[in-house]
């Protein structure tokens, strides 16, 4: 069975960092790609970074240069995030593209972490 556990969200003050981290669990054969989406509350879901298993990343324009994804070890995915801004504040979900032994791709989500930025 495949997990996300997420974990590094919490309540700082605008012009902070935090680290989020995300670690991939179970029977896996290959990730292909893994990303952050935040959802606040009333709206959609959003991606906020995604990298490819080659090292390619892509970001939203409401964080280009303040955050940035990466991985270590092929299972470990990570969102550094400075100089935060109250509009960061959301639930912020792990997901990863993960074939298994079968080869079969199947999306995975983590059961997200709360970040919150005070003004």
């Known amino acids: 069975q495949v997990q996300l556990v997420e974990s590094g969200g919490g309540l700082v003050q605008a012009g902070e960092s935090l680290r989020l981290s995300c670690a991939v669990s179970g029977a896996i054969f290959s990730i292909s790609r893994m990303g952050w989406y935040r959802q606040a509350p009333g709206k959609q879901r959003e991606l906020v970074a995604q990298i490819t298993h080659a090292g390619e990343r892509k970001y939203a324009d409401s964080v280009k240069g303040r955050f940035t994804i990466s991985r270590d070890n092929g299972v470990t995915a990570y969102l550094q995030m400075n100089s935060l801004k109250p509009e960061d504040t959301a639930v912020y979900f792990c997901?990863?593209?993960?074939?298994?032994?079968?080869?079969?791709?199947?999306?995975?989500w983590g059961q997200g972490t709360q970040v919150t930025v005070s003004s």
């Open positions: 997901n990863a593209l993960i074939a298994d032994y079968a080869l079969q791709t199947n999306d995975y």
